[in-house]
C-alpha cells in the first residue's frame, strides 16, 4: 500500500471502469473515466486533513490491484476498499484493510470506524467480520454507478474487537506503518 500516484490511473479507469466493480460503491460513477481518475488523484493529496487514501498493490511485482481509504464523514471515520475484478477472493483486500485498521486503532488513536457493505456484495461483508466489525444496522445508501439507493449493512469496528482478533502490532511494524502512511 502506498499513496495513489498518476501511474494508477490506468489501472483506475480499468478496473473502476467495471460495473462489476462500480456498482459496489456509493461515490464512484459509471463509466469510470480518465478525468473522473486525474481529478480524485490530484485531489487527495497524500495527506489531506481526515482523510488517508492508498492504493492496493499486489507484493510481487507492485500491480495496482485497487484502492482502500479511511476519512472523517461526520459521524466518525468510515472506511472503504475496492479491488479490480481479477484480484477478487485473493485475501489482498482483508489483508490492506488490517493495515489500515492497524493504522487507524494504533498510530490515529481512533476509538472506532464504520463502514458498509451493499446487500448483494457479500464478500465485502466477509472481509468487515475477519477485521471484527459487527452489524450495526441497514439503511438505503446511494450508489452512483447504479443510479440509485441500495440496501446497506452498516458495520461497527471497535478498537477492542479488532484487537481481539489481532493482537497489537501483529503483522506490520510500526516503523513499516509509518513508512506505508508518509
Known sequence: MRPPRPGDIAGMIVWLGDYSVSKNLSRVPHPYNEEDAENFVAGI???????????????????????IGLHEDGAGFEFGYWLGKPFWGQGFATE???RLMRFAFEDLGLAEVHAGWFHDNPASGHVLAKLGARHNGSSMRESRARGAKVLCHEMLLTRADFLRKRPPSEGVSRSDRQKLMA
Open 45 to 67: 493529496g497524500p495527506r489531506r486533513e481526515g482523510r488517508h487514501v492508498f492504493s492496493i498493490l499486489r507484493k510481487e511485482d507492485g500491480v495496482f490491484v485497487g484502492g
Open 96 to 98: 490492506a484493510a488490517h
